[in-house]
């Protein structure tokens, strides 16, 4: 007997708990990985239910089907091509006008549709009931009222899916427009007969009659003639109506959308403000918001960094038990020095990044989910824009001075690729703690405290300057905040650990690999003694561009690893901790040393964070501009330095 | 009873207006438009709709504004942009 297989997707607008839903159904069950060619976000899962071995699949949360972001683009083009079996609308109960603007959408793709009517708790606390048999009756589509936090309504919800999916049943209720608007899609429609397209005629006439450039390019190699006459219909429209043919037809749905909510929900004002409000008002004060944002960022940033400095120590202390074990196992020769070396890099990548990538997922979805993160986008909003960065962005860009490899993770909270892109690209250049240590390690210790302060405020005008260039070069329309702040809810313990949890496997996925060839190609260059001739090589670079002794090219070929051990190699190279006692290596050198560790690359653990997030592509390209980058401003340094201190002599 | 038409940034933190239109010409003449219109008019911002300033983030931040039951925030660049009307 053939095995019984269905394909559901999740559709529905951000933040409405669709994935709850999916953390429900899947259960561990599931994949997190990107669509192809693309870096968004893609999350399947199976489960098995009444014989079927259901594939569930979650589509990136949006507001439209107008394929203005690359989110909409992926889910129609799955809706349409792939063809589940029968799509999921997962709607938030208390803003049921906006979302059943989506589901008017999703409609007209003709694909099977269940809704999900999530938390209707909520919705009734803030005083909105919902006829669910009335709104079944209007949609003419399944209604399940379900609360998924606690798992209501999930087993109906599937039960009816499912029922939906084998009886093949699309919408039946057709979204009719004004008059005048129906006249120009029924023209189309007819023109459109025999044109064979992937979607349905009626959604084609409308979306052409909305200048939807995708479509439009579609259909022109088809039937030019079409386009011409929409485009033609829809000049008339837009001189009868006074607004853009788009603008009168999203009017007229969110119309629809709002005549539905309005019918199917009875409103009851709550005489008192509810503590979610009070929350809200309290959390965006123009005062006691900062306040609360400010202690609540000290106490992430402390939290996550005292957490995961435990269990970093922890974790390396109980790897470097094994090490005699794999001396013994290999050998003390060559192979055994090779094998170590590899190990050393994966310890390096288990204690450095992972401790601190767990509890900041947490964190950040935690932040997330409860609708604190858009609070904090909305106060930070203005000064993070100066960078040519969504207000979102503080939340990486403070982690960064931890570690850049979970903050270039978090950048994934972007709503846009290009937005994503600059605030991996900032995020790359914040000085993390392995630069700290050798910010204050050499030129803290050797120079003074407010050399290594100068260091950091050169740092931050750098990432200014180097942000605000970014923004005016990267092609696509300017950050624009445009952004929900959903009611504060409790978010979902379970599915913040899953989601974490399934994050964390895809990273170590790229990032591992690439941290033991990274290890052992750098083990394999000492062991073949091509250090030397290494450093021999990159001396026009950093003897005589940079002023710095041969040996630091070593320490930076080692920093790459990690950035901290430019320090250490330093030491190891010149058979002393106390630096200053070294010749030739002067003031000057020290400050240019931690100039170049500061820019010059991230290390090989961001760069899988930033392949993860932006693709292998952008993340080479911004690795060669910061090691150029990097070599180029340690240069110039090091000439104004020897003019500065040249003076002061 | 005359009306006003004004930018959204121009109303009073709990004022209420009706959005006239989205100012998101590109360039004169080209025909282009922002992108953010629609997605403005996607999120609800469709003229006709009722909306109301609630306040504005200090140093020129956002404005949070709601709409058909949702509450939004809006960069004041975007926000300048929407034009509303409101009755004197």
Same mark, same amino acid.
């Given at each position: 007997?053939?095995?019984?297989?269905?394909?559901?997707?999740?559709?529905?607008?951000?933040?409405?708990?669709?994935?709850?839903?999916?953390?429900?159904?899947?259960?561990?069950?599931?994949?997190?990985?990107?669509?192809?060619?693309?870096?968004?976000?893609?999350?399947?899962?199976?489960?098995?239910?009444?014989?079927?071995?259901?594939?569930?699949?979650?589509?990136?949360?949006?507001?439209?089907?107008?394929?203005?972001?690359?989110?909409?683009?992926?889910?129609?083009?799955?809706?349409?091509?792939?063809?589940?079996?029968?799509?999921?609308?997962?709607?938030?109960?208390?803003?049921?006008?906006?979302?059943?603007?989506?589901?008017?959408?999703?409609?007209?793709?003709?694909?099977?549709?269940?809704?999900?009517?999530?938390?209707?708790?909520?919705?009734?606390?803030?005083?909105?009931?919902?006829?669910?048999?009335?709104?079944?009756?209007?949609?003419?589509?399944?209604?399940?009222?379900?609360?998924?936090?606690?798992?209501?309504?999930?087993?109906?919800?599937?039960?009816?899916?499912?029922?939906?999916?084998?009886?093949?049943?699309?919408?039946?209720?057709?979204?009719?427009?004004?008059?005048?608007?129906?006249?120009?899609?029924?023209?189309?429609?007819?023109?459109?007969?025999?044109?064979?397209?992937?979607?349905?005629?009626?959604?084609?006439?409308?979306?052409?009659?909305?200048?939807?450039? $995708?479509?439009?390019?579609?259909?022109?190699?088809?039937?030019?003639?079409?386009?011409?006459?929409?485009?033609?219909?829809?000049?008339?429209?837009?001189?009868?109506?006074?607004?853009?043919?788009?603008?009168?037809?999203?009017?007229?749905?969110?119309?629809?959308?709002?005549?539905?909510?309005?019918?199917?929900?009875?409103?009851?004002?709550?005489?008192?403000?509810?503590?979610?409000?009070?929350?809200?008002?309290?959390?965006?004060?123009?005062?006691?918001?900062?306040?609360?944002?400010?202690?609540?960022?000290?106490?992430?940033?402390?939290?996550?960094?005292?957490?995961?400095?435990?269990?970093?120590?922890?974790?390396?202390?109980?790897?470097?038990?094994?090490?005699?074990?794999?001396?013994?196992?290999?050998?003390?020769?060559?192979?055994?020095?090779?094998?170590?070396?590899?190990?050393?890099?994966?310890?390096?990548?288990?204690?450095?990044?992972?401790?601190?990538?767990?509890?900041?997922?947490?964190?950040?979805?935690?932040?997330?989910?409860?609708?604190?993160?858009?609070?904090?986008?909305?106060?930070?909003?203005?000064?993070?824009?100066?960078?040519?960065?969504?207000?979102?962005?503080?939340?990486?860009?403070?982690?960064?001075?931890?570690?850049?490899?979970?903050?270039?993770?978090?950048?994934?909270?972007?709503?846009?690729?290009?937005?994503?892109?600059?605030?991996?690209?900032?995020?790359?250049?914040?000085?993390?703690?392995?630069?700290?240590?050798?910010?204050?390690?050499?030129?803290?210790?050797?120079?003074?405290?407010?050399?290594?302060?100068?260091?950091?405020?050169?740092?931050?005008?750098?990432?200014?300057?180097?942000?605000?260039?970014?923004?005016?070069?990267?092609?696509?329309?300017?950050?624009?905040?445009?952004? $929900?702040?959903?009611?504060?809810?409790?978010?979902?313990?379970?599915?913040?650990?899953?989601?974490?949890?399934?994050?964390?496997?895809?990273?170590?996925?790229?990032?591992?690999?690439?941290?033991?060839?990274?290890?052992?190609?750098?083990?394999?260059?000492?062991?073949?003694?091509?250090?030397?001739?290494?450093?021999?090589?990159?001396?026009?670079?950093?003897?005589?561009?940079?002023?710095?002794?041969?040996?630091?090219?070593?320490?930076?070929?080692?920093?790459?690893?990690?950035?901290?051990?430019?320090?250490?190699?330093?030491?190891?190279?010149?058979?002393?901790?106390?630096?200053?006692?070294?010749?030739?290596?002067?003031?000057?050198?020290?400050?240019?040393?931690?100039?170049?560790?500061?820019?010059?690359?991230?290390?090989?653990?961001?760069?899988?964070?930033?392949?993860?997030?932006?693709?292998?592509?952008?993340?080479?390209?911004?690795?060669?501009?910061?090691?150029?980058?990097?070599?180029?401003?340690?240069?110039?340094?090091?000439?104004?330095?020897?003019?500065?201190?040249?003076?002061?002599? | 009873?005359?009306?006003?038409?004004?930018?959204?940034?121009?109303?009073?933190?709990?004022?209420?207006?009706?959005?006239?239109?989205?100012?998101?010409?590109?360039?004169?003449?080209?025909?282009?438009?922002?992108?953010?219109?629609?997605?403005?008019?996607?999120?609800?911002?469709?003229?006709?709709?009722?909306?109301?300033?609630?306040?504005?983030?200090?140093?020129?931040?956002?404005?949070?504004?709601?709409?058909?039951?949702?509450?939004?925030?809006?960069?004041?660049?975007?926000?300048?942009?929407?034009?509303?009307?409101?009755?004197?």
């Amino acid at each position: 007997m053939a095995e019984k297989r269905l394909r559901i997707a999740l559709a529905g607008n951000t933040n409405v708990g669709k994935s709850v839903i999916f953390n429900y159904l899947t259960g561990l069950h599931q994949h997190i990985g990107n669509w192809p060619g693309k870096t968004v976000e893609k999350a399947e899962g199976t489960l098995h239910f009444k014989g079927y071995t259901i594939d569930i699949i979650d589509l990136p949360g949006i507001y439209s089907l107008s394929t203005y972001s690359i989110e909409e683009q992926i889910s129609r083009e799955y809706i349409t091509v792939e063809k589940p079996d029968v799509v999921i609308n997962v709607v938030d109960a208390s803003v049921l006008e906006r979302n059943l603007y989506f589901t008017l959408q999703l409609m007209g793709l003709n694909v099977p549709l269940v809704l999900a009517l999530n938390q209707v708790d909520m919705a009734k606390k803030k005083g909105i009931e919902i006829d669910v048999e009335k709104l079944e009756k209007l949609l003419g589509i399944p209604v399940v009222p379900t609360v998924a936090i606690k798992g209501i309504g999930i087993f109906k919800l599937l039960e009816r899916a499912v029922e939906i999916a084998e009886k093949r049943e699309t919408p039946k209720m057709v979204v009719k427009f004004g008059k005048e608007v129906e006249d120009g899609i029924a023209k189309l429609v007819k023109m459109l007969e025999g044109v064979h397209c992937r979607y349905p005629p009626r959604y084609v006439a409308i979306r052409l009659l909305e200048g939807d450039e $995708e479509l439009e390019k579609e259909i022109e190699r088809l039937n030019p003639e079409v386009v011409a006459t929409a485009k033609k219909i829809s000049k008339e429209l837009e001189e009868l109506h006074g607004h853009s043919c788009s603008t009168v037809i999203m009017a007229e749905r969110y119309e629809i959308a709002g005549r539905i909510a309005r019918e199917v929900q009875k409103l009851s004002s709550s005489t008192k403000p509810r503590l979610e409000e009070r929350l809200h008002n309290l959390t965006t004060h123009k005062i006691a918001g900062y306040v609360i944002m400010i202690l609540s960022l000290l106490a992430i940033f402390y939290s996550i960094f005292t957490a995961g400095g435990y269990l970093s120590e922890f974790l390396n202390e109980l790897f470097y038990i094994t090490e005699p074990l794999f001396y013994e196992l290999f050998g003390t020769g060559a192979i055994g020095n090779l094998m170590w070396s590899v190990m050393e890099g994966v310890i390096a990548g288990i204690t450095i990044a992972l401790p601190y990538i767990v509890p900041f997922y947490i964190v950040l979805y935690f932040l997330e989910d409860s609708g604190y993160l858009s609070r904090i986008a909305f106060l930070m909003g203005n000064i993070m824009h100066k960078i040519g960065l969504h207000g979102k962005a503080i939340i990486p860009l403070i982690l960064g001075y931890g570690c850049n490899v979970p903050a270039c993770l978090g950048c994934r909270i972007m709503e846009t690729e290009r937005e994503r892109l600059l605030a991996v690209f900032v995020t790359t250049l914040v000085p993390c703690a392995a630069r700290t240590v050798i910010i204050l390690g050499l030129v803290g210790k050797y120079l003074g405290i407010e050399y290594a302060l100068a260091l950091y405020i050169f740092n931050l005008a750098i990432i200014f300057a180097l942000g605000r260039l970014a923004f005016k070069v990267l092609p696509g329309e300017p950050t624009a905040l445009i952004m $929900e702040m959903h009611d504060y809810r409790w978010p979902h313990l379970k599915t913040v650990l899953k989601q974490t949890w399934f994050r964390l496997l895809e990273f170590i996925k790229i990032a591992f690999p690439l941290i033991i060839l990274g290890s052992f190609t750098i083990k394999l260059i000492e062991v073949f003694g091509l250090l030397e001739p290494i450093a021999l090589a990159l001396s026009p670079v950093t003897v005589t561009w940079l002023g710095l002794p041969l040996i630091t090219g070593i320490a930076l070929i080692f920093g790459v690893l990690r950035k901290e051990l430019t320090l250490i190699m330093l030491a190891t190279l010149f058979g002393t901790t106390n630096f200053a006692e070294v010749p030739g290596f002067g003031p000057i050198q020290m400050i240019v040393f931690t100039i170049v560790t500061m820019f010059y690359i991230p290390c090989i653990s961001t760069i899988a964070a930033l392949i993860k997030e932006i693709g292998w592509k952008k993340a080479l390209i911004i690795t060669i501009f910061e090691i150029l980058f990097a070599i180029t401003i340690g240069g110039i340094a090091y000439r104004i330095l020897i003019q500065i201190f040249a003076l002061g002599h | 009873m005359g009306k006003r038409t004004i930018p959204l940034t121009a109303l009073k933190a709990g004022e209420t207006a009706t959005v006239v239109s989205i100012d998101a010409v590109f360039c004169k003449g080209c025909g282009k438009r922002w992108g953010f219109e629609k997605r403005l008019m996607d999120m609800g911002l469709t003229p006709g709709t009722k909306v109301t300033v609630v306040k504005s983030a200090p140093f020129h931040g956002p404005v949070e504004i709601l709409v058909r039951g949702s509450r939004l925030a809006l960069g004041r660049g975007i926000a300048d942009r929407i034009l509303v009307e409101v009755e004197d």
